[in-house]
């Protein structure tokens, strides 16, 4: 995996949301962590759980703050 591409990708998806899609913003958490930018992980993740949490999807809120502990504790989260 390049990583670096990862971001990039992601913080174009990102961007293309106005920073409003959860799960656009998962992914640039799991990239950003996946090169060991872990507080811009934390603070991604965080915003998507806000996001999810007021859209009331508890399933992606339970899976963003299972991330979110994984990156607190500087561990890679990876998706699918």
Do not use: C, H, M, W
């Amino acid at each position: 995996r390049d990583g670096a591409e990862a971001v990039r990708l992601a913080r174009s998806a990102v961007a293309l949301t106005d920073e409003r899609n959860a799960q656009q913003l998962e992914k640039l958490a799991v990239a950003s962590a996946g090169t060991g930018d872990y507080p811009a992980a934390i603070q991604t993740v965080q915003k998507a759980l806000r996001l999810a949490a007021a859209a009331n999807d508890r399933d992606l809120a339970a899976e963003l703050a299972t991330q979110l502990r994984l990156f607190q504790s500087q561990r890679a989260a990876r998706t699918p």
